[in-house]
């Protein structure tokens, strides 16, 4: 039970970190800020974001399976780009995004059947 939590938090801030990756180097004051400081900013978020993926994914490991945790980053990555549309970027979550997750999530059921048989 703990693990599920803990497993879902680290997810959470590994979403966090790779918005703060994409999207620093052109909102706020960093529009502004040279190649440097912008390369140096996204390197700094980048390297949180796999200081925490690196625990989460042996954590994930105990209790999904390989294909399980790799659909579960997508669903993360999802929800995730969905929040930082509405509350910070303020752009809409298109067709298009929608479209490619539910491509993803049947691609991942469709190779889960093939291998089931």
């Known amino acids: 039970m ?3 939590i803990l ?5 959470i801030w590994i ?5 703060l990756a994409l999207f620093m180097q052109t909102t706020f004051k960093s529009a502004d800020a040279t190649m440097y400081n912008k390369v140096l900013t996204s390197e700094f978020w980048a390297t949180m974001e796999w200081l925490v993926l690196v625990p989460a994914q042996r954590l994930g490991n105990t209790f999904l399976n390989p294909a ?3 659909l579960s980053s997508f669903v993360f990555d999802f929800l995730g780009q969905i929040v930082t ?3 910070w970027l ?3 979550t298109t067709i298009d995004d929608y479209t490619g997750m539910i491509l993803i999530l049947f691609g991942m059921a469709l ?6 048989g």
């Open 15 to 19: 979403v966090a970190c790779m918005d």
């Open 90 to 92: 303020k752009i809409p």
């Open 7 to 11: 497993w879902i938090f680290l997810n």
């Open 68 to 70: 399980q945790l790799n």
């Open 111 to 116: 190779s889960k059947l093939r291998l089931v």
């Open 2 to 4: 703990w693990n599920v």
């Open 85 to 87: 549309n509405n509350f």
